[in-house]
């Protein structure tokens, strides 16, 4: 078990953290036909929106209820129902999340209050109306993401009837569009339905959709999330989606099921457990072809992994996960940053965990001589500083394609990473070896003279 500790450093210079409204937009995202608003000033959502259409290269349906210097005094009430009416109205959203930022949680207005007593109260005609307490000065990427999964889980009438076979996914914000579908795939493999909340691999997982849409695309339909509390039974991945997953599992009254993480043979084989001991099924043969190759990629690895030394700074979720299994095949963590605390990096099976920032990282990558850095693409000048080579990962890529095209869960998942880590350092330690056949030190001195001596002379011999 890992002890937290904080950084060096009073304040944050190159900050590792993202704020909470842009962790509860993120989760809006995977909802189908949905907008996510902040409420706020122009600015809180202008920034949000260029870091998240510069990770996802999508069009990234973001509003703003525009609060400016007059309106954050004397109220901004009427600004975020104006800006409720205007989106209503022109982009016809099924479902629109309300987000907190700094400013309005300064003011102290009662955002839901206000909300409760207006058109777009819970239970009346219109677009489903999620709203969601998300301070940016407080906690971050990951909180936001697990208030604003509570709203929705919040939101979700108790039905009473359960509906047999489905399955409700709840999953974290570190896992991409691939990494669900292979737990969506993994849970539908044992018979089960899963409904995946929030589903990014429907929304933003970089399909080309047919016709522009001020709305996402795709996600988890209105009608699938108000039904959600029909299912048989709950899953969990990722322990920002607990909390949300157990109240689900409270009102529906069913089992819940919940892991930190998926990556890795043996907490893979934990969820596989549990779905058998849930379904009284047996794993398919896709299944335990994929367990054999992801066992044969453990030893193959450990021959480029064992020993390395790995520096870390992910979302807290990502962070146990990728160091849990880099740690499985021998590699050591000499550093581990996280953002901000959480109770899952406790769990982690090294020594540290840091809360700090990209400057922790810098000073402790190259301090313990750290030969692979993963991190996002904001750790490259860390892993340039400590000469080691990067493996870009997390929140936001915008050095490298497909980043909501890897895995990271499940068999197939950690196979992938696997074979990223090691091929990334492979890749490094051959770029930077002395070459095997080094040209010849040019002579020097009396060597030299002797040097052109010879080559004079045959000269003369060649005439």
Same mark, same amino acid.
């Given at each position: ?16 953290? =993202? ?55 004397? @109220? %901004? ?9 205007? #989106?209503?109205?022109?982009?016809? +959203?099924?479902?629109?999340? !309300? ?33 969601? %307490? ?34 409700? !996914? ?6 991409? $569009?691939? &990494? ?15 409904? !995946? ?46 909390? $949300?997953?157990? *109240? ?5 009254? !069913?089992?819940? #099921? ?17 779905? #058998? ?82 400057? &922790? ?17 904001? @750790? ?47 890749? =490094?330690?051959?770029? =930077?070896? +002395? ?24 000269? *003369?011999? $060649?005439?």
């Amino acid at each position: 078990m890992a002890r937290v500790t904080t950084g060096g450093h009073r304040a944050a210079f190159d900050p590792l953290k =993202h704020s909470q409204p842009l962790g509860g937009a993120l989760a809006f995202l995977g909802l189908a036909r949905c907008i996510p608003m902040l409420h706020g000033a122009q600015g809180c959502s202008a920034f949000a929106k260029a870091l998240l259409t510069r990770h996802f290269r999508e069009p990234i349906p973001l509003q703003s209820s525009a609060i400016n210097d007059v309106s954050a005094v004397l @109220g %901004s009430s009427e600004s975020l129902l104006s800006a409720l009416d205007t #989106i209503n109205e022109r982009q016809r +959203p099924d479902i629109i999340g !309300v987000l907190t930022t700094g400013l309005t949680e300064v003011t102290e207005e009662d955002m839901f209050g206000v909300l409760g007593a207006s058109r777009y109260a819970p239970g009346s005609r219109g677009p489903l109306v999620v709203a969601v %307490s998300t301070p940016d000065f407080h906690g971050g990427l990951s909180d936001g993401w697990s208030a604003a999964l509570r709203g929705i889980v919040a939101a979700v009438p108790a039905t009473g009837v359960t509906v047999p076979g489905r399955a409700a !996914v709840l999953v974290g914000p570190t896992l991409t $569009a691939v &990494d669900i579908d292979e737990i969506a795939d993994l849970v539908r493999a044992f018979g089960l339905d899963p409904v !995946v909340v929030p589903d990014l691999s429907g929304s933003l997982d970089g399909h080309l959709a047919a016709n522009w849409s001020p709305v996402t695309t795709g996600g988890t339909t209105l009608d699938a999330l108000l039904g959600l509390a029909g299912c048989e039974v709950v899953v969990a991945v990722g322990s920002a989606a607990a909390t $949300a997953a157990g *109240e689900l599992a409270g009102k529906a009254g !069913v089992p819940l #099921i919940a892991h930190d993480h998926l990556s890795g043979l043996a907490v893979t084989d934990l969820l596989v457990t549990d779905l #058998i001991r849930h379904t009284g099924a047996t794993a398919p043969e896709a299944v335990r072809r994929w367990r054999r190759r992801l066992a044969d990629g453990l030893m193959d690895s450990h021959f480029v992994l064992g020993g390395a030394k790995v520096a870390l700074a992910l979302e807290p979720d990502q962070l146990v996960a990728v160091g849990s299994l880099l740690y499985d095949v021998g590699a050591e963590i000499v550093t581990a940053v996280s953002p901000t605390d959480a109770d899952v990096l406790r769990q982690a099976p090294w020594e540290e965990v840091v809360v700090g920032d990209f400057v &922790d990282l810098a000073e402790r990558a190259a301090a313990a001589g750290a030969e692979l850095v993963v991190a996002s693409s904001h @750790g490259a000048d860390a892993a340039a500083g400590a000469g080691a080579a990067h493996l870009t990962m997390g929140f936001p890529v915008y050095d490298r394609m497909g980043a909501q095209l890897r895995a990271t869960s499940g068999y197939r998942g950690s196979l992938h990473l696997l074979v990223d880590a090691a091929n990334r350092l492979l890749e =490094h330690r051959e770029s =930077h070896r +002395p070459s095997r056949h080094p040209a010849a030190a040019a002579p020097t001195g009396a060597a030299a003279a002797e040097r052109l001596e010879q080559d004079e002379h045959l000269e *003369e011999l $060649a005439c």
